[in-house]
């Protein structure tokens, strides 16, 4: 990953899992708790890829795993956002900008179930059966419900921020002047005319004209003669 990534993922991860401890969690709300870390491991992954976004979930899980107040093996968090973010990275399209926001949407409530669903299995595998006494169901009805009403003031701000964080006024002067070679030679290729020099190359073939119709006629005057 570039530096500039490394550091805005650092930043905004560090922030959302500050956010999270210290004011989502003591909400108190019935089920799941907003996961704003999850939602930011998804706004990065939409616009950085499923590389990036593994990478990035990998490094937010494992934070989550050794903060406190965290009660569970570390790593577990790590493996289901690590997982999250490669999948929610393969829907990125090539010029990280989404056209509507029903598959982000759709995404958030899928990673919301998906992830509760993982960490849950994880969980059971080491012996932790804390999902079962609490109710698996309303967790994952909870989870998907608090992330999606969480996630319009949270992940267009991410991705924005991301995509912001790319930009490179050089590669894109330098794209722009390929794309202007690319088309010129488009039309040169057809037309045989050079784009910037349209009226010297209307002349030329004017002035070509003309000077075969004086040949014909000297041709023609001397057959006469």
Same mark, same amino acid.
């Given at each position: ?7 805005? #993922?650092? !930043? ?11 004011? /989502?969690?003591?909400?108190?709300? @019935?089920?799941?708790?907003?996961? *704003?870390?999850? /939602?930011?491991?998804? =706004?990065? !992954? ?12 990998? =490094?937010?899980?494992? /934070? %989550?795993?050794? %903060? @406190?107040? !965290?009660?569970?093996?570390? =790593? ?7 997982? +999250?973010?490669?999948? !929610?990275? *393969?829907?990125? @399209?090539?010029?990280?900008? *989404? $056209? #509507?926001?029903?598959? @982000? ?10 992830? +509760? /669903?993982?960490?849950? =299995? ?13 109710g698996l169901t309303g967790l994952l009805f909870s989870a998907a419900l608090y992330d999606l009403l969480l996630a319009p003031f949270v992940v267009p701000g991410i991705m924005w921020l991301a995509r912001r964080a790319d930009n490179d006024p050089l590669t894109e002067t330098g794209s722009a002047a390929k794309a202007g070679d690319i088309s010129s030679g488009w039309l040169s290729s057809g037309t045989g005319l050079r784009i910037g #020099? ?6 030329? *073939? $004017? ?5 075969? #119709? ?8 001397? $057959?006469?003669?």
């Amino acid at each position: 990953m570039r530096v500039n990534r490394i550091l805005l #993922s650092t !930043a905004l991860v560090v922030v959302a899992l500050v956010v999270q401890v210290s004011v /989502l969690a003591r909400l108190h709300l @019935p089920g799941a708790v907003p996961d *704003l870390l999850l /939602l930011t491991v998804l =706004g990065l !992954a939409m616009v950085y890829g499923h590389v990036g976004g593994a990478l990035v979930g990998f =490094g937010a899980g494992l /934070l %989550a795993d050794l %903060a @406190p107040p !965290a009660d569970h093996a570390a =790593g577990r968090y790590a493996l289901v956002l690590c997982v +999250t973010g490669y999948f !929610a990275g *393969l829907i990125r @399209p090539e010029n990280g900008r *989404l $056209k #509507s926001a029903t598959g @982000p949407m759709a995404v958030v409530v899928a990673a919301a179930v998906g992830s +509760t /669903l993982l960490y849950a =299995g994880v969980g059971a595998l080491v012996g932790d059966t804390a999902a079962r006494h609490v109710g698996l169901t309303g967790l994952l009805f909870s989870a998907a419900l608090y992330d999606l009403l969480l996630a319009p003031f949270v992940v267009p701000g991410i991705m924005w921020l991301a995509r912001r964080a790319d930009n490179d006024p050089l590669t894109e002067t330098g794209s722009a002047a390929k794309a202007g070679d690319i088309s010129s030679g488009w039309l040169s290729s057809g037309t045989g005319l050079r784009i910037g #020099s349209q009226r010297g190359g209307l002349g030329a *073939l $004017k002035a070509k004209a003309r000077t075969r #119709s004086t040949r014909v006629g000297r041709i023609k005057g001397v $057959k006469r003669l």
